[in-house]
């Protein structure tokens, strides 16, 4: 089997590119930034079914993310989770949270308000993340 993305990531988000593991997407909705890791291994549910290799690999990958976020765009605090109630495929939600976001102090989940950012705003993140992005090893548009 290969790789594919489970729809409900295709539709809420845009791909930004490639890390050696790692395809990484952007979701459109106006919080964040909030970048996803989805490992580019056909039909992965969870961390542990990876091998060791591919667990270290994501947690550098994962934590480069985290830091680009953080170097970048100064946030109160950095949310990383994997949920996968709704979309089983292994996808980790890493997000850059404020004081002063819609959810704030609580959870994205379920407690924002669906606002999808406009459209020269989400064209000017994709582009910065894209540009910041390429500085990690690997990182492939």
Not at 4 to 18: F, K, S, T
Request: proline letters at 6%; aromatic letters at 6%; one cysteine or more.
């Amino acid at each position: 089997m290969t790789f594919q993305l489970h729809p409900r990531l295709q539709q809420d988000c845009i791909v930004l590119g490639n890390l050696p593991l790692c395809q990484v997407l952007m979701i459109k909705e106006d919080i964040g930034p909030w970048l996803i890791l989805v490992p580019r291994i056909a039909d992965l549910k969870e961390i542990h079914h990876m091998t060791d290799e591919q667990q270290v690999q994501f947690i550098k990958e994962s934590s480069a993310v985290a830091q680009l976020l953080e170097d970048n765009f100064t946030p109160d605090k950095i949310n990383i989770g994997a949920l996968g109630n709704l979309v089983p495929q292994l996808h980790i939600h890493h997000i850059a949270r404020f004081t002063t976001d819609c959810a704030w102090p609580g959870p994205v989940w379920g407690n924002t308000n669906g606002v999808i950012r406009e459209q020269s705003d989400l064209l000017y993140l994709i582009e910065k993340l894209r540009e910041k992005l390429s500085t990690l090893l690997g990182f492939k548009q």
